[in-house]
């Protein structure tokens, strides 16, 4: 699916830039980002390390495991997959909190942790669990109780009241998390969304 | 007093995990420094791992935006809009959320200049912004750590999750701001 989404952007802006004229446009855009997602990658180098760091002491202190009883019941609903006491499930509800807190330093990097966890459970490597697709339209949902970058952009433009935002922004990102699980938890049934036959076999199935 | 509260938490929770996880640690016998540096040592390897995904769809989305495809697809969905009795003006942002965390919060910036902080039209923008995340960086960059190529269904349900919260973005601010 990503083959033709991302070969259908390029090809899009391509053609489009041609119309309007704004090919060298397009170019130097392609060229940037290319740039950009180094600094991006190189930029989340530091805080992954830091937050790497501080989750293995929580791991060996038996901080995760504690963790992941106590919110499994919930959690074992939506990842069913996931075997009790697995690491993955303390380590995604850590990114969930991170998120949720609108930390998003932190959010990442246990994210990324939780992903190399679900990557253990995973048969076929290169292709996505569900329980991967589920955690990440939670992630692309983006639960988040305080919208901190938005409040501190509302309140700089001289908002009276740019905490006004909060309750809806729960609401909306309630809804959003709720469309993105049942969505993957309807599409992962989908024949064409199938684990691949020579690779299948998998943890997910 | 929410405004304090809220203040309070965002300022204390990154110092406090700093503290309270290795003093539990050390309460139960782990040698934290020796485990911290264990752990920070993957850092760098994730980070590089995540590059080639990266490039890939910020390079892709780049061209995009240089081409001036936001615009245009915009004025296609006006009418669609339009005829839901959405409001019109947040249409870029709706289409620029799933690409790019960065554009799309100068489209916010720009909404709330144009119409006013308070405006239900700046609201309704930091709302739509706040409730959901940039769904292809996300994607790109987790299963990027982890060298996912096929990606199953998580696009579309990524995007349904986007699709559902504009969707309650507008429903819920008719309801809570007078327009």
Known sequence: MLNYIWFGLIIVAVLLGGINGKIEEVTKAGLDSAGAAVTIAIGLVGVMALWLGIVKIADEAGLMKLLARGIAPVLRRVFPEIPRDHPAIASMMMNIAANMLGLSNAATPLGLKAMEDLQKLNRSPGVATNSMCTFLAVNTAGLQLIPASMISLLASAGSKEPTAIIGTTIAASTAAVFAGVIAAKLLERLPVFAVPPRESGGASS | ?179
Not at chain 2, 28 to 46: L, N, P, S
Not at chain 2, 121 to 130: F, S
């Open chain 2, 1 to 179: 007093m929410i405004q304090h509260v809220i203040h309070l938490v965002s300022v204390w929770a990154i110092p406090l995990l700093l503290v309270g996880i290795p003093l539990y640690g050390l309460l139960r016998g782990v040698k934290v420094y020796e485990c911290f540096v264990e752990g920070a040592k993957e850092g760098f390897q994730v980070a590089v791992r995540v590059i080639p995904y990266l490039v890939a769809i910020l390079v892709a989305v780049g061209m995009l935006r240089g081409a001036g495809a936001i615009d245009l697809l915009s004025g296609w969905l006006d009418p669609l809009l339009r005829a839901v009795g959405a409001p019109a003006e947040i249409l870029p942002l709706a289409i620029m959320r799933p690409l790019s965390g960065s554009g799309s919060m100068g489209i916010v910036a720009e909404l709330i200049k144009t119409h006013g902080p308070d405006s239900f039209i700046a609201r309704l923008a930091a709302t739509a912004y706040g409730s959901t995340e940039t769904t292809f960086y996300v994607l790109a960059v987790y299963f990027g750590s982890v060298g996912i190529r096929k990606t199953r269904h998580a696009v579309l349900a990524g995007l349904s999750a986007d699709i559902a919260s504009l969707a309650a973005s507008i429903v819920v601010c008719r309801l809570v701001f007078p327009a």
